[in-house]
């Protein structure tokens, strides 16, 4: 088992700093309260910082503490809603980074490691501190990551199916679909956010009934319906533009 853990961490990241965060985790380098106490008796205490009440110790802080397995009992229903699996809670897996036995396709099991990697790093980067690590604060670790994501590798983000307003997915009637308003809401996030450069927008018709003649809104609707409703949303012109013309120009210019 431990064999699988080192080489799970081998391959967790192409980025070294994560890889360490794993590597410092599985080498238990990081300092527990106990530790700390027996360096410096009299200028801290031994406890856990977070409650207050039991010896903190390495594995306590990372995982026993009541307040630490509330937060791990939050992250773990919230993975369990995502991927759609029962899982347990396991530390060998949660913390020790041991891909579980319960994630079987490749790109659940992907999704699975990000997810508990951004919520160990969620409790060490409030390791010496006495506030609790949030859902919330690993929310923002997972989007933060995303968006940084989406910057570095160039990615185009596009809406499609503007037009196409119905409840589920028809192949996956699990999945929720967003209307157009919805969708320009998101676009218009992501301009606030300071992606404009990065966002495409399409209709995506593929079928009779999305013409004029069959009673659809046809090729025109983005430009006649959309456009106007982007506009009055705080997004600009300019910023329209480059979601309908300069971003696809720029994308579809071959080298
Ligand atoms: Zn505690």
Redesign the pocket.
Known sequence: MWEDIWRYAETISICNRTRAIQLRIIHRLHISPNRRHAFSPTSSSPQ?L??K??TGTLT??LWS????QRYWSGVLQEIENILGVDLELDPVSLLLGLPSRHVTSVGKRRLYNILTFAARKNILLQWISDKVPSIKDWHKILFEWMLEFMLNYAYNLEYNLFGTEMLNYAYNLEVDMPSDSQRVKLVAFLVQEGYEDNIVIAHDIHTKNRLTKYGGQDYSHILKNIVAKMLSRVINQTQVDKALIENSKRWLTFK
């Open positions: 856990c977070k409650c009440t039991d306590y802080c503490c009541t307040k630490i």
